[in-house]
Nanobody, 124 residues
Framework: QVQLAESGGGLVQAGGSLRLSCAAS????????MGWFRQAPGKESEFVAS????????SYTDSVKGRFTISRDNDKNTVYLQMNSLKPEDTAVYYC?????????????????WGQGTQVTVSS
């Protein structure tokens, strides 16, 4: 089993920055990749970014390219999401997820483990 714990959410003005962290514990050797998803009120879960645990290959949804950066610290078993130039439409609960396989990284069902979520609110 893998446990994930997110931190770093909060309230920020448009144009500001936040950094989310996701610390993994437990059987982390089984992790192939990790991702960030978000869900706004009344909307479906949306893929944000993903990273391969070894090698560090990254992917992003188009709406965050150039603004968000996903990275990992293997020694700390932690993944980060640096969010710059935040917009009100980025407001959502952000979830960290981990997957054991190399299947479609943008689909929530590809991930076996999920964190509890952290709220990000961007005011205009």
């Amino acid at each position: 089993q893998v446990q994930l714990a997110e931190s770093g959410g909060g309230l920020v003005q448009a144009g500001g920055s936040l950094r989310l962290s996701c610390a993994a514990s437990g059987r982390t050797v089984s992790i192939y990749g990790m991702g960030w998803f978000r869900q706004a009120p009344g909307k479906e879960s949306e893929f944000v970014a993903s990273i391969i645990w070894s090698g560090g290959s990254t992917s992003y949804t188009d709406s965050v390219k150039g603004r968000f950066t996903i990275s990992r610290d293997n020694d700390k078993n932690t993944v980060y999401l640096q969010m710059n130039s935040l917009k009100p439409e980025d407001t959502a609960v952000y979830y960290c997820a981990a997957r054991k396989g190399g299947s479609a990284y943008y689909i929530p069902s590809a991930y076996e483990y999920w964190g509890q979520g952290t709220q990000v609110t961007v005011s205009s």
